[in-house]
């Protein structure tokens, strides 16, 4: 579910109803570069499918899957119980996009606000196996 539902709605709120320039990692790019990106990547989500809902279906789905994750973890520390795993990688992986990098997607206030056990495991990965995380992702400065 969450390597092929739910990536095909983050891809939806990055790329089709999002500016791409808004991303940091996209800052740097020209905008014509960006442009054709964005165009295929709509392309390729159309193709797949998830293009072809609304907004509002698109959230309504990445809702359900929150739902479900939400539920399956409960309130153990990982979907497992006390040790990760491959899933707890996976899950990670997703949920980062929006706990740690998309914070304006609506899908986060939902996290923040229906689902607060998928920001505390996606909190607890990050602390637990990149303790270094904030540093690894500041700029580089210029050489001089």
Same mark, same amino acid.
């Given at each position: 579910?969450?390597?092929?539902?739910?990536?095909?709605?983050?891809?939806?709120?990055?790329?089709?109803?999002?500016?791409?320039?808004?991303?940091?990692?996209?800052? =740097?790019?020209?905008?014509?570069?960006?442009?054709?990106?964005?165009?295929?990547?709509?392309?390729?989500?159309?193709?797949?499918?998830?293009?072809?809902?609304?907004? #509002?279906? !698109?959230?309504?789905?990445?809702?359900? #899957?929150?739902?479900?994750?939400?539920?399956?973890?409960?309130?153990? =520390?990982?979907?497992?119980?006390? =040790?990760?795993?491959?899933?707890?990688?996976?899950?990670?992986?997703?949920?980062?996009?929006?706990?740690?990098?998309?914070?304006?997607?609506?899908?986060?206030?939902?996290?923040?606000?229906?689902?607060?056990?998928?920001?505390?495991?996606?909190?607890?990965?990050?602390?637990?196996?990149?303790?270094?995380?904030?540093?690894?992702?500041?700029? !580089?400065?210029?050489?001089?």
């Amino acid at each position: 579910m969450v390597e092929e539902n739910f990536y095909w709605v983050l891809v939806c709120y990055r790329w089709v109803y999002s500016d791409p320039q808004n991303a940091g990692f996209a800052q =740097k790019l020209p905008s014509w570069l960006l442009y054709l990106i964005s165009k295929r990547v709509k392309g390729y989500a159309n193709g797949q499918g998830m293009g072809r809902h609304t907004p #509002d279906e !698109v959230f309504h789905i990445g809702k359900l #899957d929150l739902q479900a994750l939400s539920d399956y973890l409960g309130d153990k =520390k990982f979907f497992f119980g006390d =040790k990760p795993c491959v899933t707890d990688c996976s899950v990670f992986g997703m949920l980062a996009q929006l706990v740690l990098n998309q914070t304006e997607a609506p899908l986060y206030a939902l996290i923040q606000s229906e689902f607060p056990n998928l920001e505390r495991f996606c909190l607890t990965m990050r602390d637990t196996y990149w303790p270094d995380w904030n540093d690894v992702l500041k700029p !580089v400065a210029a050489a001089t």
